[in-house]
């Protein structure tokens, strides 16, 4: 009977520690030296083509180790406007995906540059990021924003797209819906901790 009683005061306690995702590893990664990009913090926002009341934006810290791309307003699809609120974030070598209008995520271990992050310097872990999402290095050079940037190449439905990089950060990137492009570069100001950390509301899928 006491057993019972016991299983059954754990049981919402045991249940809440299965629903939630495991912690990240990125304070380990630069406590080891690793660094994905060679800046330690930064805002990036986009403007996205045919999405005028659409927002992306991009934060790092930790050198790139803990990130997060956050998408919100109205994106249009098909000619109609849909409200929007979705984050990806990674920390480590987790992932995090969340849609924060719907208030659940989903999660995943194993980011594959993470894992190369104790023998590998910055240059090889963004070619080995680029190489991932099936992008290689074009012998080419461009300004954007009057940064100098590598460009790399890949293809998409049979159409053939860049990826503009400056310091290993996605300043433009070519998509068969359009382009975003960088609008905002922000690498003084401190990260906010908000855009980073995982909301305490959100139902986990997995």
């Known amino acids: 009977m006491k057993v019972t009683l ?9 249940l809440l520690a299965q629903t939630q995702p495991p912690a990240g590893n990125s304070v380990q990664l630069v406590s ?10 930064g805002f990036i926002r986009y403007e996205v083509e045919g999405q005028p009341t659409d927002t992306l934006v991009f934060v790092f810290d930790r050198f790139g180790w803990r ?5 919100f307003g109205l994106k249009t699809y098909y000619s109609m406007k849909t409200p929007v609120n979705t984050r990806e974030i990674v920390d480590g070598l987790m992932t995090y995906t969340l849609n924060l ?11 594959p540059v993470a894992k190369m992050a104790s023998y ?20 080419k050079e461009v300004s954007f924003l009057d ?4 460009v790399w190449a890949y293809t998409d439905k049979g159409s053939s797209f860049e990826i503009w990089t400056w310091q290993g950060l996605i300043l433009r990137k070519e998509t068969a819906k359009g ?5 905002n570069i922000d690498l003084s100001s401190l990260v906010k ?3 980073l950390i995982l909301p305490s509301d959100i139902a986990w899928q997995n």
């Open 193 to 195: 901790e908000d855009w």
């Open 6 to 14: 016991c299983l059954l005061l754990l049981s919402p306690i045991l």
């Open 67 to 71: 990130q997060v791309w956050a998408e």
């Open 179 to 183: 382009c975003m492009n960088a609008i």
């Open 120 to 139: 590998k310097g910055s240059d090889e872990l963004i070619a080995a990021y680029m190489a991932h999402i099936g992008a290689s290095r074009v012998d």
């Open 32 to 41: 080891q030296g690793a660094r994905l990009y060679p800046i330690e913090k």
């Open 147 to 150: 940064r100098s940037c590598q």
């Open 101 to 111: 209008k719907d208030k659940k995520g989903t999660y995943s271990s194993g980011h």
